[in-house]
């Protein structure tokens, strides 16, 4: 009865522990899709208010070759996979998946969206001894 119930106790350990992630980056771009970004980031429309106001500030602002300014969002996170917090077990089974998204915005002189472009990859990784 005690075995089971250990078994039980460690079961469940591992189950919530799975769920574990780090997250760096903006927020804002967390469920971020090019069809939910084109509805909201019209060329020629949307203005670099109307960006701040929907995504915040960005990761970084820097200009284009030909001066204009451009936007940059990023997000990576990182989600362990389960037996990478089973003691001993970690160490041969170690498993992760990175999820990187990328929202660069171009704007022209005058403060509006000129271009866009979203990137979105998952990279999985396994290590251990």
Request: proline content about 2%.
């Amino acid at each position: 009865m005690k075995k089971i119930a250990l078994f039980l106790m460690l079961l469940v350990s591992m189950t919530a522990l799975a769920g574990c992630a780090a997250s760096m980056g903006s927020g804002s771009i967390k469920n971020a899709s090019n069809a939910k970004l084109s509805q909201k980031l019209v060329k020629g429309q949307t203005t670099e208010s109307q960006v701040a106001q929907m995504f915040g500030q960005p990761t970084s602002k820097e200009f284009a070759g030909n001066g204009d300014p451009e936007w940059l969002y990023t997000r990576n996170t990182v989600h362990n996979g389960i037996l990478s917090y089973v003691p001993v077990v970690g160490l041969f089974a170690n498993a992760q998946t990175d999820t990187n998204k990328e929202l660069t915005i171009l704007f022209n002189k005058k403060g509006i969206v000129k271009n866009w472009e979203f990137a979105n990859s998952t990279n999985h990784m396994n290590a251990g001894f």
